[in-house]
């Protein structure tokens, strides 16, 4: 490889938002068969609202109280929905987040918990009914979460992301040189399905805790694949020092960004088809 057509390559990149950190991840970029992405953020906008909420608002107020305490983007659409509809914030006593599952918190003697069906099972919450309209949101592409007090169900608060409009254009893109493409998601698989058929990508592995993100990146290249990870967030962290090519998108996390080969500035996917083509021509001049 001669350093020059490395410096090209890697300098019209950058003229596009592609940075690489460093010449050989160009190289080794031209290697890919495989692209694995997440989906929060990363195929989605990352900015998901509320779309139904199926319980009063006093369980309202017991909710975004708790969620006020959490990072995630789920609760931020869900304390501004409370802001819409005039919910006054009380104090917390005690909260904490269950990575890839919820989040459970103590509010005036009141013991709430809010995520999936799985936090639900560990703490004996008969969900009953909620099932079916459970999956009529999920079937939507929607998030749905599931609400307790006390041990007891209250309603289900289903929130929705959209995808970027670029989505499906770069996914095409990507299939066209030949790659495989694959949708990481913490989320259930109905939705991940759901906006998976949105973007065309026929590949899903859902329902993933964040610290088992890079052990599915690992079982990919164990079948002898070449993979890159495309993610936005301090979950895709080491998922994206795992890949043979981290790929940290939009404005990204600090981690992410640190833990990968190649930033994309503002989000833009189309850009990630962009940087395997800038791969392929910088390669084919070297030889
Ligand atoms: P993603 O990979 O889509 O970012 P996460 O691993 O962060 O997903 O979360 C997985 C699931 O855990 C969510 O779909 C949701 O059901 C639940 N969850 C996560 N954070 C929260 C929260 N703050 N409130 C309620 N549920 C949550
Ligand atoms: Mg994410």
Redesign the pocket.
Known sequence: ATPTSIMVGTGKAAESGILFKGGEHLERTHQLNTIVL???GTITKGKPEVTNFTADDETLQLLASA?KG?E?P??EAIVAYAMEMEIRLIEVDNFS?I?????EALIAGNSII???RNLMNDHQVEIGEAEQELMKFELAGK?A?LIAINGLYKGTVAVADTIKETAPEAIRQLKEQGLEVVML????ERTGQAIAKQVGIDSVIAQV??KEKADKVKEIQSQGKKVAMVGD?I?DAPALATADIGIAIGTGTEVAIEAADVTILGGELLLIPKAIKISHETIKNIR
């Open positions: 997440d989906k929060t969620e959490s995630h789920l609760a987040a990575p890839g599952q919820g989040i809010v995520g999936n998030t979460m998601t913490g989320d259930n805790l964040p967030g979950n």
